[in-house]
């Protein structure tokens, strides 16, 4: 099975076609990067071949590299990994070097072949790379298509010459975005930034770029870097304006990323550097600064989490053995911000969705909210006004239960108060057929408890989404007691119909994700009331990877669901309640009617316009901010091991059952320090043994919270990590 084509036709044109079997988007491997070494090789040597075109046999060209590979290069790499992953990315550079030297006299640059890449659609990572060492970059005029090098997403950055060759064909201003930002292009926008040269009719891709290779001369495929006086766009870092540029994308990475995101500091460091150089010394440069990122666990952690294991959750890695539970009718109840915004998901997704409210103009106001997300789409032009009119018309605004009708899932979506959503339950299961699925759609509430509202308790359950709906990406799953293997697969084929990241989780108060951002929060607010400086606390957190210190997580959820979460949790555990201290600070603020940003006024000061002006000076008046302060590590670690040992309870507890959905729900439910992997990564990364040793000493100093649970003992006395033990299991299960 091969993963490249090569065909010369009457022209004397070589056609090297990528076309991975078995895989919807090309995607590179080792074993095709020596396969195109071959092909490039044999066409250079053919007197036959006047050209090349390099292309794609799919609707797109590539889809990147295979993490798979990337995730393993260091425990393929031998005793000596650094060195061998270098020696491994010099040996791709040289194959794409061949291919834009092609041949041709070192000195007079003559003699080459001409080598067009045809990009019939997408082409991301490694895929744009070998079209930028080509000489000329064709793209179909396909909307669709996305073209760029998002590989700073998932903890790394292009390693095989796209860093150098970007840096260096756009300048280091222009190419910021599209390195450091990940940003994706359609065809046009990627020619109107210089990375492709011609935008074509589908139809007469292949055509193009042929006849371009016919037609070429030596002086057009000489790249800028390798003819004499080349000058790097912008300025190179000792001229005056590229030093400002330089000074300006530093302050930027640093300003973006607080120092503790490996790749985008390498990624600067290698641009910077290669500039000074000339172009081969700049890719052994990228290719030293690529092997620092890869030998770093950051990166590692960061491909397995958000790629490996989200990508293995989203194709139902834990779904039950049933046949396929695809929803054709949704009926949603509740036409709230959450209602809504399901309904839009859904909609979106091709799901015709019945949307229930009590009032009609409620209801109506659930389909405008979906409409005024679709018409920002239009204004981005990202949304055309037919696809408005067409999600649109899925969706059935009205009061009237009998619409549920043909429905085989529900999403009850209603108030957070178990009497309303047992006579919704009831109301909606008098009109549904057999087979249909029940899901609550709850944070806090336990399912097993609401399941009793249910005649049929095996065919409810509980599937929470994240808000903004549309915007976040994690839903979690949550099994009741009598939920079956059925209503488990149906909720999980759902969340992957509407392009969303499952976790599945038994029951229990708060179920994961609350479960683990709770504490996070409620160590802040205990640092506020115990004098620590507010802005110590909220920079701390940001500068550990939190997308948002405590404080102003608190404002964005709102400060009186937290007090009400609060009263309920207070009044079901009793005496065993720890968290009486918190309760002074979030008590006290709501009496004050700061409850957050809906209110303008909350921890932090907010305009007229609801835009954040800074903490609130009467924060510190209630609580004064003590003499002698802790210092940020310790902040740091006390906010990052309220979460993280949490996580582990819950694991202990059987409510997390997969130690990867622990991981991935981290990220996206709740941001915890993607850097790290996810929370259980974290603790893989700084080590079990240092972990308890944390803890005793945290414990000591502030109480039973931070005791280490035994799992993380047991880890620690044997050595070993999360996943070293979920490794070893699969090797026993082989």
């Known amino acids: 099975m091969t993963d490249f084509t090569y065909e010369l036709d009457a022209d004397g044109v070589a056609v090297i076609a990528w076309d991975v079997k078995n895989k919807s988007m090309n995607v590179m491997s080792r074993e095709g990067f020596v396969e195109l070494d071959g092909m490039v090789d044999k066409a250079l040597a053919d007197e036959a071949v006047k050209g090349v075109v390099i292309t794609s046999a799919k609707d797109s060209f590539a889809g990147g590299m295979d993490l798979n590979i990337i995730a393993r290069m260091k425990e393929d790499a031998g005793d000596d990994p650094a060195r061998g992953l270098f020696d491994g990315i010099m040996q791709i550079h040289a194959i794409l070097r061949k291919i834009e030297r092609a041949g041709m006299d070192p000195k007079t640059n003559k003699g080459g072949k001409p080598i067009a890449a045809a990009l019939p659609g997408t082409a991301l990572g490694i895929g744009l790379e070998i079209p930028l060492s080509c000489h000329r970059i064709f793209a179909a005029d396909n909307p669709k298509a996305k073209i760029g090098l998002p590989e700073i997403k998932v ?16 300048g280091a201003m222009a190419a910021a975005p599209i390195l450091l930002e990940g940003k994706l292009l359609d065809p046009k926008k990627a020619k109107s930034s210089g990375i492709v040269d011609e935008v074509v009719p589908a139809d007469e891709l292949l055509a193009s770029a042929k006849a371009w290779v016919l037609s070429a001369k030596d002086a057009d495929i000489v790249k800028p870097w390798d003819q004499k006086g080349y000058k790097f766009p912008g300025g190179a870092p000792y001229h005056p304006t590229g030093f400002m540029t330089f000074v300006g994308a530093s302050a930027m ?11 985008a500091k390498a990624l600067l460091s290698a641009v910077y550097e290669g500039a000074l150089v000339p172009f081969d010394t700049a890719l052994k440069i990228e290719a030293r600064w690529f092997t620092n990122v890869l030998m770093n666990p950051s990166s590692s952690n960061m491909i397995r989490s958000l790629f490996i294991n989200k990508e293995a959750l989203e194709k139902g890695a834990n779904r039950p053995d049933v046949p396929d539970q695809k929803v054709r009718k949704l009926g949603i109840l509740g036409a709230g911000m959450m209602g809504a915004g399901i309904a839009y ?54 009061t009237d239960y009998d619409a549920l009708k043909g429905c085989d899932l529900i999403v009850e979506a209603v108030f957070e108060d178990p009497k309303v959503k047992a006579e919704v339950t009831a109301k909606a299961e008098a009109i549904l057929g057999d087979d249909a699925i029940f899901a609550t759609n709850t944070s806090t509430l336990p399912i097993t408890d609401l399941a009793k509202a249910s005649k049929r308790p095996e065919q409810f359950i509980g599937i929470h989404f994240f808000s903004p709906v549309d915007k976040m990406l994690l839903v979690e799953i949550i099994k009741g007691k009598q939920t079956g293997d059925v209503a488990v697969a149906k909720a999980l084929d759902f969340v992957r119909q509407i392009r969303k990241t499952p976790i599945v989780v038994n029951d229990a108060r708060f179920f994961y994700a609350n479960r683990c951002i709770i504490p996070y929060i409620n160590e802040g607010l205990r640092m506020v009331r115990e004098g620590v400086t507010p802005a110590l606390i909220e920079n701390a957190a940001k500068m550990v990877g939190m997308p948002l210190g405590p404080l102003q997580l608190t404002d964005e959820t709102s400060i009186d669901l937290g007090a009400k979460i609060a009263r309920a949790t207070r009044a079901a555990m009793g005496d065993a309640y720890p968290d009486g201290e918190v309760d002074e600070v979030i008590f006290w603020m709501e009496e004050q009617g700061r409850l957050g940003r809906k209110a303008n006024a909350g921890f932090y000061a907010y305009d007229e316009k609801g835009k954040r002006q800074g ?28 979460q993280a ?90």
């Not at 009590?358 to 018409?375: F, M, N, V």
């Not at 990202?382 to 408005?388: C, D, G, L, M, N």
């Not at 903490?615 to 309220?642: K, M, S, T, Y």
């Not at 694991?651 to 709740?670: T, Y």
Request: hydrophobic share 45%; aromatic share 8%.
């Open 253 to 263: 990475v640093n300003g973006n990323t607080k120092g503790v995101y490996p790749a």
């Open 615 to 642: 903490l609130w000076d009467g924060l510190i008046d209630q609580f004064p901010v003590a003499d002698e302060q802790p210092d940020l590590q310790e902040v740091q670690q006390r906010l990052l091991f309220a």
């Open 155 to 170: 903890g790394i950055f292009p390693g095989a010459g796209g860093t150098t060759r970007i840096s260096r064909k756009l």
């Open 645 to 734: 040992l949490e996580a582990v309870r819950a694991l202990e507890d059987g409510v997390l059952m997969d130690i990867r959905e622990g991981d991935v729900a981290s990220i996206l439910g709740w941001g915890f320090a993607p850097w790290s992997g996810g929370v259980l990564s974290w603790l893989d990364m700084v080590g079990a043994a240092w972990a308890v040793e944390r803890c005793d000493t945290l414990t000591e100093a502030y109480g039973k919270r931070f005791e280490a649970p035994a799992l993380l003992r047991e880890l620690a006395e044997n050595g070993e990590g999360f996943y070293d033990r979920l490794d070893g299991q699969r090797a026993d299960a082989a």
């Open 345 to 398: 998901v859904a909609a979106n997704a091709g799901i015709e969705v019945a949307l229930i409210d009590a009032k009609q103009d409620a209801a109506d106001k659930g389909k405008a909210h979906a409409e005024s997300i679709l018409d920002k789409g239009i204004s981005r032009k990202k949304v055309t006004p037919e696809k408005k009119d067409e999600v649109l018309s899925r969706i059935l605004p009205t």
